[in-house]
Every structure is written in structure tokens, then in C-alpha cells.
């Protein structure tokens, strides 16, 4: 994510979902509320994990525990708008991700919120740290920020 205030541009992303908002999204401001952000990101990230990297999200032995997560809101979206999520990876480690997250109204060059959301990827018993699975890596590996 860019250090500075100003909004992140759609350039910057290198995968996108276009992402419905719902009637019980918007708060009694008649906005999309806060919480709901993360929700997108969460969207966004687990969806390009089951189709582009194999996540198993019912039985596979790895799953990714968020561990961290921030967002900076530049603007109101409100239901009905369709948003599109953009998705990068800013720092892939062993068994952890830095996903960088911006969500732009439909159309729209500059962000309306952007953030980061860290997964540390840990077996499913245990819950201890296991590398990446090499699927899952050379997927987020396509979404280097560079």
C-alpha cells in the first residue's frame, strides 16, 4: 500500500472480483458500513485462493489465519453498488502473505478504501505455521507487487 494518503489507482492491482453490495450492508448513514470492508477483503482473497491456488477450504490440512489486518476509507460506497475488489501480494513469505486490497466503485480509477490483510498459513490440527504449499505460492507469486 502507498505510504501516502492520496487514493490507490486501479494500475496498481493485478486481480479483480467484482463484488455485489447488499441492502444489509449499509448502516443507518445509508453508506456501506466499516466492518463490511474487511468482509470484501476477505472475499477477494479466499476466492482467488480456491480458484487459483487450490485452497481446500473444507477438508485440506492448510489453512491461512488472518493475523493482521488494516483499511484507509477515501470514500462512501453505498448498496446498490457492484464494487471491484483489486487484489496484489506486497510481501510472500514462508508461511506468511501481505495482501494489499483496494476496493474502487465500478468503473472508477481511484480507490474508494484500501488496506492489507496478513495471513499466516498453519495446518488445520495443530494450528502451527507451515510453509506455503507450492500451488497456493506460485498463485500469490502472479500477484507480486513489482
Not at 463484488?19 to 443507518?28: E, L, Q, V
Not at 482467488?48 to 491456488?53: C, M
Not at 502473505?97 to 472508477?108: L, M, N, P, Q, T
Request: glycine share 6%; with cysteine; aromatic share 10%.
Amino acid at each position: 500500500m502507498a505510504e501516502s494518503n492520496a487514493p490507490e489507482t486501479r494500475a496498481r492491482y493485478r486481480q479483480f472480483l467484482a463484488i455485489p453490495t447488499r441492502w444489509m450492508d449499509n448502516d443507518i448513514y445509508g453508506h456501506v458500513n466499516n466492518v463490511t470492508y474487511y468482509s470484501f477483503f476477505d472475499t477477494v482473497i479466499n476466492e482467488y485462493l480456491i480458484r487459483a491456488g487450490g485452497l481446500d477450504i473444507a477438508d485440506g490440512t492448510i489453512v491461512g489465519l488472518a493475523v493482521e489486518t488494516f483499511c484507509r476509507f477515501n470514500r462512501e460506497i453505498a448498496f446498490p453498488e457492484t464494487i471491484e475488489a483489486g487484489l496484489r501480494v506486497a510481501k510472500l513469505g514462508n508461511s506468511s502473505v501481505r495482501y494489499e486490497v483496494a476496493i474502487f466503485k465500478a468503473g472508477e480509477d481511484a480507490a474508494a478504501a484500501s488496506g492489507h490483510f496478513v495471513h499466516v498459513f498453519v495446518n488445520r490440527a495443530s494450528r502451527k505455521p507451515v510453509p506455503i504449499p507450492a500451488t497456493m505460492r506460485a498463485a500469490m507469486e502472479r500477484l507480486v507487487a513489482g
